[in-house]
Every structure is written in C-alpha cells, then in structure tokens.
C-alpha cells in the first residue's frame, strides 16, 4: 500500500491519500481523542501524543500535530497506523455509525429559503472542492437575515490555519456578497 501525503495551507496539518475511500459520504471532524473514540482509526492515530487533531474526508485524511512537534519525527509513525489499519481491513467505525455531522437544521422561508438555496449551492460547487484539495472542509451552519451574516464551520486543516481568516473573507465572502447582495459578512463557527 502506497500512501501519498500533500503538505496544507496549515503547517500543522498535513493531508494523508490512501488510494481508497475513506468516507463515503460527508466528512468528519474529530477535534480531540473523545471525539474521535468511535472510530478505531482515529482512535489509533490520537494514541500518538503528538497528534492533536484528526478529519476524515472521502479520499483523504488530515492529521493536526501539536506545535512543539516535527513533522520527520511523527509523519512515519502516523502512515504507519493508517496503512496497518486499511492492511488489517478494520472498519472505519465502530458499528459503522460514522454518518457526517454536518449542515445547520434550520427551516428557513420565503425569500430567506432562497438566498440559502443559492448560499449552500454556491459553498457546494466552488468552495468546498477548493477546500478539500487543502485537507479540509467548509460548512453552511446558517445564515442571519437580518444582519445578513453567513455561519460556516471551518474542519479539517483549515480549522486553525493561520490563513483561514484570508480564505473567510477574501475568498467566500467576497465571492458570497458578488453574487447574493444580501450577504454582508461571512463568520466562522466552532
């Protein structure tokens, strides 16, 4: 088994290609080993002390080190556990209950329905593919008529990069208010 990596937009994470699947549908973001204990990969790699954060996207995963760590002292350890978990077939989670947390239940109407229509289409089709070649994902978490403010959840290597704040604004919220006047401002949302 040949595992490639990609180095992020964030130093402290890097973006780990089994040549397989590994989620099916959505991503998952484990942000501590507490989150990540339902799933037996994750749960290995947080075993390692100098791992601090671990995501799951279709094809990819991104693991997160702790600051005071280097990459040539962990990097062989974490692909490692990654190739003797997909050599050992083990499921990636437990009961394989690992479905996506993701997206905001609101019910929105109206004309208010529509902006988040075409705000969740536009994320869809030209953020997140963008986002998921850095090892992360974005994700609509609501939007706030009034203010016109949209809430995205930032996962993977780009929750925490330095350069996310850029990516918010002068990226996806220009782009949002381009194209839906209505948007006035994009916020991120742990």
């Known amino acids: 088994m040949f595992i490639q990596t990609e180095a992020t937009p964030n130093p402290a ?6 040549g397989r699947e590994v989620m099916a549908e ?4 484990f942000p501590d080993a507490a989150a990540g204990a339902r799933s ?3 749960t290995a790699l947080f075993s390692m002390p100098e791992v ?18 280097d990459w040539k002292h962990v990097k062989p350890a974490i692909l490692g556990v990654i190739m003797e978990h997909y050599s050992r077939g083990l499921p990636l989670f437990e009961n394989e209950g690992g479905n996506a947390n993701d997206g905001d239940d609101k019910v929105y109407e109206g004309e208010e329905a529509e902006i988040v229509e075409q705000i969740k289409e536009l994320i869809e089709t030209r953020v997140r593919p963008a986002v998921a070649n850095d090892g992360g994902d974005i994700i609509f ?8 403010t949209v809430f995205l959840q930032l996962r993977g290597a780009c929750a925490g990069c330095p350069s996310s704040s850029i990516t918010l604004r002068n990226g996806i ?3 949002l208010k381009h194209y ?9 949302v742990g």
């Open 13 to 18: 994470t890097l973006k780990f290609l089994p």
């Open 26 to 29: 959505g991503t998952l973001d």
């Open 40 to 42: 037996p990969l994750a």
């Open 52 to 69: 601090s954060r671990v995501f799951f996207g279709p094809d990819f995963l991104s693991v997160t080190k702790k600051d005071d760590v």
């Open 141 to 148: 978490k609501g939007f706030d008529g009034g203010s016109g």
């Open 173 to 175: 919220e220009n782009m």
């Open 180 to 188: 839906i006047p209505e948007v006035n401002a994009v916020e991120s």
